[in-house]
């Protein structure tokens, strides 16, 4: 099936210190999504976005569509251990009809040391 | 709590046999998304509804099939169930189906063939 390329695949931190993510892709996507999800639970939208060089910010996150539509990174400032967890981001590729589906990123596990 | 009901969470189930997967969108929401979430194909696309009607086909086996019922909820159902069926299927739900990407998560079935 398809999926977006994302990477890191995981990372290891200190409660306090910034992390950084990102997505590529080989088609344009005119939406990125980023989500966030906890085990045993379903992915949790984060951030949304909708225009390419659109920067967002959600509390301590902040995600931006990049210029070319076909990358997006989230950044996490000061991390805390409930920041723990499995993010994905998520590409539309148009609107309506079949292109309406997300493609959804490989993931990025997050573990946060106290 | 993101409004998308999903039952059961858990079924466990022989192969061979054939499940229902039910979910309640948000109220309001008239597009209903089924994904499929596994170790080594991430989250997969299935199937879109919207007010009734198929709207989109991803991924989706021949051996799988889904309805949107005029109250809007959803069900996939999965037969002659093989061992590599077993995952998590998540139902996702949004207002429209044009220009609205923010899809909402339930909390998945976590389906076990053995």
């Known amino acids: 099936g398809q999926q977006l390329n994302q990477s890191p695949q995981s990372m290891f931190i200190q409660e306090g210190e910034d992390v950084s993510m990102n997505c590529t892709s080989s088609s344009i996507f005119n939406t990125w999504l980023w989500y966030k999800q906890d085990p045993g639970e379903g992915p949790v939208l984060l951030i949304a976005?909708?225009?390419?060089?659109e920067l967002t910010s959600n509390g301590r996150l902040t995600a931006q569509f990049g210029i070319t539509r076909k990358d997006s990174f989230l950044n996490i400032s000061a991390s805390i251990p409930s920041d723990v967890g499995i993010y994905f981001c998520?590409?539309?590729?148009?609107?309506?009809?079949?292109?309406?589906?997300?493609?959804f990123g490989t993931g990025t596990l997050l573990a946060v040391q106290p | 709590d993101s409004g998308v009901t999903q039952t059961p969470k858990h079924l466990i189930t022989a192969t061979g046999q054939r499940v229902t997967l039910r979910c309640s969108p948000r109220s309001g929401d008239l597009s209903v998304y089924w994904y499929q979430q596994s170790l080594d194909q991430g989250l997969q696309f299935l199937i879109q509804y919207y007010n009734g009607e198929e709207r989109a086909k991803g991924n989706i086996l021949e051996r799988f099939s889904a309805q949107q019922f005029p109250d809007l909820h959803s069900e996939l159902n999965l037969s002659s169930l093989e061992l590599g069926d077993s995952a998590l299927y998540f139902c996702a739900s949004s207002v429209a189906t044009t220009g609205d990407t923010e899809a909402f998560f339930g909390q998945g079935t976590r389906l076990t063939v053995v």
């Open positions: 998520a590409g539309q590729l148009g609107y309506g009809g079949a292109t309406n589906k997300l493609i």
């Open positions: 976005l909708y225009k390419a060089g």
